[in-house]
């Protein structure tokens, strides 16, 4: 049986600790591999590593940092078809999805290699009589993240990437269920010419990351995952004192106004909503048809639900690969009883799909519900699976006020051919990342990462400027040399003549 360790110092390391987890291939519903679960100690060999490393990495030239992030992007390319292959194995999506979620995270790579660039200060002449002024950005020191399954290479490179460009050295804690991937990067990371304790992987679960999240060596956490636990890291985290970032659920809607193209809308649903299964957390799990449009929206919908080409991820005919676990299978079966309890009505019934070959997969087809109500499990829950719920709704309003009332506010999206209903909505709606015809808005690596109300807890998005801010802190010098000028003490506050 594989045996996945932790990455620590450059190397791989088996550590102190006896327990360890299962890693299943989901779309065979076998065990492939145990990864090791860090207790304290182990923990604490990430941080001396990192800590030995600190004050030489902190003081290297952005353009040295900037060469390795080059060298590491060439690297990425070089094996991109490995890195997919070992994505779809232990997570499930289909392989092209993969390539796609590997290169969202180049994209942070691309855009740090510019860290010269980015992280250059500020300088203002004579703010006082032969006095300047300059700011600059410097690094916390050991930063961590804690991931989630969804993204196995994205989202780790929306932190690590940024923060060890800034200067820090960073310690990840990944998803204990598709945590292979990591080990990948960190030997990448290593041929780059990254200097051997820049970054280090801790394998484990909680308790792996509450060691992480109270040391006292750790300066700030960024965290990407489900909301209750969002919600722990950043208490948690803050109360030790550390800068924290803490990414959570979501549940997004689609408004599809009358006069919205409906092939567009179609196409745009199918691949957000099914696409990963729905193990996204910018997956559109609410259809909105706003004045009307409900019955032409499903007629369009509903076979080609029916018609989603589901099986393994590797198989290159395959829309939608399987769940991520037994477990998860069941809670999504669970949501789908419960619409049907509640009420709603089941147009495209998933649940009970087989595959020759792949029995014992976590394989579900995709779900259709219409006539969802605000007031029913399916549409108040992230449910993270392939199922879509449609909403019927009078008119503008109503489905702005839906979206606003939702205790969720990552991502939203409206299709219309109406520039002043697209204004409108983008200006009101109360969620951090908005779409106008684009099913999937997930900002490039440019731009920032982050949603609002319960889907973020702190007060800095990822990647882009706000990641820089995040895993920087500013420093602000009033310099005046000797002039041989005495002015003698002065007990006011210093003001401009
Ligand atoms: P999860 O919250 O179960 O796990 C995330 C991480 O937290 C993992 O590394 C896990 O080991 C750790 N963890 C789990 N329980 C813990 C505990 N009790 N104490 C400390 N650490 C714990 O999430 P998941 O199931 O891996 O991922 C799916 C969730 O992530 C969904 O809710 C999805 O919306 C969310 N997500 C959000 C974003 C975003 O940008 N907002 C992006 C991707 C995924």
Redesign the pocket.
């Known amino acids: 049986m594989k045996k996945i360790n932790h990455f620590i110092d450059g190397k791989e390391y088996s550590g102190q600790s006896k327990r360890s987890g299962d890693v299943y291939n989901p779309a065979l519903g076998e065990k492939i591999a145990e990864v090791c679960f860090a207790n304290s100690d182990d923990v604490e060999q990430a941080i001396i590593s990192a800590k030995n490393v600190f004050s030489s990495w902190s003081k290297t030239p952005p353009l040295t940092k900037s060469r390795i992030f080059f060298k590491f992007k060439e690297l990425l390319v070089r094996d991109m078809d490995k890195l997919a292959a070992q994505v779809t194995e232990e997570h499930g999506k289909v392989l092209s999805d993969s390539i796609g979620s590997i290169t969202r995270g180049m994209e942070v790579v691309e855009f740090m290699c510019g860290v010269p660039h980015l992280i250059k200060g500020e300088f203002s002449e004579n703010v006082g009589s032969n006095i300047d002024s300059w700011s600059m950005r410097q690094p916390l020191g050991i930063c961590v993240g804690?991931?989630?399954?969804?993204?196995p290479a994205m989202?780790p490179m929306w932190m690590f990437v940024v923060a060890i460009a800034c200067g820090n050295c960073f310690i990840l804690?990944?998803?204990?269920?598709d945590p292979s991937l990591l080990i990948l990067l960190g030997d990448l990371l290593k041929e780059a010419g990254l200097p051997d304790g820049v970054f280090n992987v801790v394998n484990?679960?909680?308790e792996a990351?509450?060691c992480l999240i109270t040391h006292p060596e750790v300066s700030a956490v960024s965290?990407?995952?489900?909301?209750?636990?969002?919600e722990?890291?950043y208490h948690t985290s803050s109360q030790h004192n550390k800068r924290v970032q803490a990414?959570?659920?979501?549940k997004n809607h689609m408004v599809i106004m009358p006069d919205a193209d409906l092939d567009q809308v179609a196409d745009g649903l199918m691949g957000a909503a099914y696409g990963s299964a729905g193990?996204?957390?910018m997956a559109l799990s609410v259809a909105v048809a706003v004045g009307g449009i409900g019955d032409a929206l499903i007629e369009k919908l509903q076979p080609r639900v029916q018609a989603l080409k589901v099986g393994p991820g590797n198989d290159p005919d395959v829309e939608m690969g399987p769940l991520i676990s037994g477990a998860h299978l069941a809670k999504v079966k669970s949501y789908v009883e419960s619409g049907v309890k509640d009420g709603a009505s089941l147009l495209v019934d998933g649940r009970d799909i087989s595959l020759q070959g792949y029995e014992n997969g976590f394989f579900i087809g995709g779900c259709l519900f219409d006539n969802v109500t605000s007031d029913m499990q399916i549409y108040k829950e992230?449910i993270?699976g392939p199922v879509l719920s449609v909403v019927r709704s009078d008119d503008f309003d109503s489905a702005l006020k839906l979206v606003n009332e939702h205790e969720f506010g990552?991502g939203v999206t409206i299709y219309t051919r109406d520039g002043d209903t697209a204004r409108a909505f983008s200006n009101q709606c109360q969620i951090g990342m908005v779409g106008i015809n684009v099913p999937i808005p997930v900002p490039m690596a440019f731009h920032s990462?982050?949603?609002w109300k319960r889907?973020?807890f702190g007060d800095h998005a990822?990647h882009g400027m706000e990641g820089i801010r995040f895993f920087t802190k500013l420093k602000t010098v009033t310099s005046r040399w000797p002039d041989g000028i005495r002015s003698g003490a002065e007990f006011k506050m210093p003001t401009m003549k």
Request: aromatic share 14%; net charge negative.
């Open positions: 804690i991931t989630p399954f969804n993204f989202v804690k990944p998803s204990e269920k484990g679960d909680k990351v509450d965290f990407v995952g489900s909301t209750p636990i969002a722990y890291i990414l959570g659920g979501a193990e996204r957390c992230e993270f990552n990462f982050g949603g889907s973020l990822m």
